[in-house]
């Protein structure tokens, strides 16, 4: 019943030109002893979000280097994934709680699952809470259980995090983006890896700026004048309405200046759309502001090349788990301009890699420094690049899982 995933293939000599041989040998070295071993990837799902898109490139890649890894899904329905929803929200800090009928329709979901579980294994990694509770139903699977948290658990509802926090502290390790998102209690290995993004999937892969602007122009953009990006859901903790009025302070300087907003949507999320068009009528249909969805047939590419056309990437989150459209932006030599919160202050460091803000006067103000001087653009911009290419790239994070794995009894 848990869905195989079915994945390319990625070759980690592919990445040496970009993070240098000394990481890839290291990874070479750490890998070998693990040769053979099994890991089992359990999430929620397959495409959107950002599981997805780190599994996708990391699985082959651990594959690449030896590892028997495999990926696969569980199987839910409307039902389980409402309740997940709320989970999901609520554990980010969101007032409305879990009733036990609810938590009922998680429990029985994952014990379903777990049934449903095969093999045996030397490692289970389950990503975020909706499979959480499948430890419970499948411990005599594998000896190691690894529970790799991808949200921002700092100021929970406490309610829904201590009915959860029995079920993770059953896990021999736990994973988080950030020391802050560690909950209080908890037992057991506690490990920090950020995310990272894949320099070499379609969304990060270099564009020439020809390309780049040719699909801008497809939208409306006119490439001649500067843009200004932001790329993100709309939720209200994304402020896309802080972006647009950062835009208009920015536009009494420069009246040329353009704003794209780029988001993708779930067809299925009514708050989601709520709040699409509540930003949608407070552009008050400026033609100077572009608001663009997935249905608009933005995919990976057209993201990729707003991100490196845009002349200033903004990310004006209110709160921000670790912020992948930053590391994003960075990879793509763009100045940043960014919300002084969560994962957002590790990668921008304000005056080197982009600019941390809390307001829109901030943000325009930073803005216009950065479009009236291209050397300081270019150079926040180089300093970016370096910065991603350090820390926040695939092969970092291989490298990560492998000394987890390495300090295992496997
Ligand atoms: N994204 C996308 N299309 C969109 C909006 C977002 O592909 O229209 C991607 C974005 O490029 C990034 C991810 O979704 O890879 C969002 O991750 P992030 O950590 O920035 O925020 P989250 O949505 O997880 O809060």
């Known amino acids: 019943m848990l869905q195989d995933v079915g994945l390319g293939d990625r070759s980690l000599a592919d990445y040496t030109h970009l993070v240098g041989r000394g990481l890839v040998e290291e ?11 099994r890991i089992l990837n359990v999430s929620a799902t397959a495409f959107g979000g950002g599981v997805s898109e780190i ?6 890649l651990m594959r690449d280097v030896g590892l028997d890894v495999h990926w696969r899904v569980i199987l839910g329905r409307e039902e389980f994934f409402n309740v997940t929803k709320l989970m999901h929200n609520s554990l980010q800090g969101d007032d409305q709680g879990i009733s036990d009928q609810q938590w009922e329709v998680f429990e029985a979901y994952n014990a379903m699952n777990a049934q449903s579980l095969d093999d045996d ?3 289970i990694i389950v990503h975020d809470p909706q499979p959480a509770a499948l430890r419970a139903g499948a411990t005599n699977h594998s000896r190691n259980w690894i529970w790799r948290c991808h949200i921002d658990l700092s100021t929970p509802n406490l309610e829904t995090l ?3 926090m029995p079920l993770l502290r059953d896990y021999d390790e736990t994973v988080y983006h950030m020391e802050q998102y560690v909950p209080d209690g908890m037992d057991g290995q506690v490990q920090i890896i950020p995310p990272a ?3 070499l999937s379609p969304k990060n892969m270099a564009l020439s700026p020809e390309d780049a602007s040719f699909v801008c122009q497809q939208f409306g953009i006119d490439t001649d004048r500067p843009l200004i990006c932001q790329v993100s859901r709309f939720g209200p903790w994304k ?3 802080g972006v647009i009025d950062a835009f208009r302070l920015v536009r009494e300087e420069m009246p040329e200046v353009q704003l794209a907003l780029v988001g993708s949507m779930a067809t299925d999320d009514p708050e989601g759309w709520e709040f699409f ?9 400026d033609p100077d502001i572009k608001i663009l969805n997935n249905l608009n047939n933005v995919g990976a590419i057209e993201v990729n090349a707003f991100q490196s056309q845009a002349d200033v990437v903004m990310q004006k989150s209110l709160r921000e788990g670790f912020g992948l459209t930053v590391t994003e932006a960075l990879w793509k030599v763009r100045p940043v301009v960014a919300g002084n919160v969560g994962g957002i202050p590790l990668q921008v460091q304000d005056g080197e890699t982009g600019y941390l803000i809390s307001s829109p006067e901030d943000a325009a103000d930073r803005t216009l420094r950065i479009l009236r001087d291209p050397e300081l653009a270019k150079q926040l911009g180089r300093a ?11 092969p970092r994070l291989l490298r990560d899982w492998l000394r987890v794995f390495g300090a295992m009894d496997l």
């Open 27 to 37: 990874i070479r070295q750490r890998a070998e002893p693990l040769a053979g071993k």
């Open 55 to 60: 599994l996708y490139a990391i699985v082959p």
């Open 121 to 123: 294994w030397d490692v």
């Open 162 to 164: 201590e009915r959860l």
């Open 197 to 199: 993004i894949d320099p």
């Open 239 to 241: 402020d896309p309405m």
């Open 277 to 285: 068009h509540q930003t949608f009528s407070y552009a008050d249909g």
């Open 384 to 394: 970016g690049k370096e910065r991603a290419r350090e820390l926040f790239l695939t």
